[in-house]
């Protein structure tokens, strides 16, 4: 099991930055590709962005893209996200993926964290 911890969020203005960061926990995640998904009020959760467990790819949503940075430290079990530029609707609550298929013939495993508030003023 993989527990999934965000912090980092907050009250922004738009134009600010900030960086979330997510905790794992229970075991090593170097195996496991990592995302970062948000939710705004009234919408369905969406992708923000996801890195392999090397840290050597990375894709990004189009409303993201040159923003928002995703960045990872196996050393720590840690997940970040960098969010510059930010704007009114990048407001929503950040969530935490971290997902694996262990095995050729098995499901793929998802781990989530209880997510971090981020909201951006005009």
């Known amino acids: 099991q993989v527990q999934l911890v965000e912090s980092g969020g907050g009250l922004v203005q738009a134009g600010d930055s900030l960086r979330l960061s997510c905790a794992a926990a229970g075991r090593t995640v170097s195996r496991h590709a990592m995302d970062w998904y948000r939710q705004a009020p009234g919408k369905e959760r969406e992708f923000v962005a996801t890195?392999?467990?090397?840290?050597?790819?990375?894709q990004y949503a189009d409303s993201v893209k040159g923003r928002f940075t995703i960045s990872r430290d196996n050393t720590k079990n840690m997940l970040y996200l960098s969010m510059n530029s930010l704007k009114p609707e990048d407001t929503a609550i950040y969530y935490c993926?971290?997902?694996?298929?262990?095995?050729?013939?098995?499901?793929?495993?998802?781990?989530w964290g209880q997510g971090t508030q981020v909201t951006v003023s005009s």
């Open positions: 993926n971290a997902h694996i298929v262990p095995c050729i013939e098995c499901k793929r495993l998802d781990y």
């Open positions: 890195i392999s467990g090397s840290g050597g790819t990375t």
